[in-house]
């Protein structure tokens, strides 16, 4: 049981915009710790989108995008493709535990 | 071009020592702000953060398993080493490296840009 909170699965039509959320607490997200973001297709390691809340690496599509306010941080994504089905994981700093990732959030493109 | 491997046993037993290398290239931890993290996944679950290492040779470990935990940088410049003691069957994942610019960050806080493949260990007697 992480300490960020993500939905189990999220899904969307082709050409939709869906939004993750990864819900924290006053001793990390709250506590104003960034907020980064990793998607990972099955048997591959994670790949980076956002980092430090909303800033995209490069060759990651504009399409993907970061926010954050108060305890919880979204990761949107408009335009679904098919491509982007994988895995989501938020990653934050937890003033108990130390670096925290999220349970993570399947995103199916129907 | 910035590449990260993982290297070690594929099998260890109960209350056996770990030991990982993750050998990397295109980048220095020599370098100001510049790190290499470590963090594993269990079959079918959920990344978990354990270890980080920065260019002043500070050292950054999971709360839960600090006592368990070592990273350290080898003195060939271009591999980090993660020992986890007492293994135990719980302990079985895929095991990944990864750098983490660390300009404005440190230890957990840090994002990871780069990843190597993983290496899959597992805990069995």
């Known amino acids: 049981q992480s300490v960020l909170t993500q939905p189990p699965s999220v899904s969307g039509a082709p050409g939709q915009n869906i939004t993750i959320t990864c819900t924290g607490s006053?001793?990390?997200?709250?506590?104003?710790?960034?907020v980064h973001w990793y998607r990972q297709l099955p048997g591959t390691a994670p790949q980076l989108v956002i980092f430090d809340n909303n800033k995209r690496p490069s060759g990651v599509p504009d399409r993907f995008s970061g926010s954050k306010s108060g305890t919880s941080a979204s990761l949107a994504i408009t335009g679904l493709q098919a491509e982007d089905e994988s895995d989501f994981y938020c990653?934050?700093?937890?003033?108990?535990?130390?670096?925290?990732f999220g349970g993570g959030t399947k995103l199916t493109v129907l | 071009q910035v590449t990260l491997r993982e290297s070690g046993p594929a099998l260890v037993k109960p209350t056996q020592t770990l030991t990982l290398t993750c050998t990397f290239s295109?980048?220095?931890?020599?370098?100001?702000?510049?790190?290499v993290s470590w963090i594993r996944q269990p079959p079918g679950k959920a990344l978990e953060w354990l270890a980080l290492i920065d260019w002043v040779d500070d050292k950054y470990y999971s709360k839960s398993l600090k006592t368990r935990l070592t990273i350290s940088k080898d003195t060939s410049g271009n591999q980090v080493v993660l020992t986890l003691t007492n293994m135990d069957p719980v302990d079985t994942a895929t095991y990944f490296c990864?750098?983490?610019?660390?300009?404005?960050?440190?230890?957990?806080?840090?994002?990871?840009?780069?990843w190597g493949p993983g290496t899959l260990v597992t805990v069995s007697s």
């Open positions: 006053s001793f990390n997200i709250g506590a104003g710790y960034d």
């Open positions: 990864a750098r983490s610019p660390c300009g404005s960050c440190s230890g957990g806080t840090c994002s990871s840009d780069y």
């Open positions: 990653q934050s700093y937890d003033t108990r535990l130390s670096g925290v």
């Open positions: 295109g980048f220095s931890l020599s370098t100001n702000a510049m790190c």
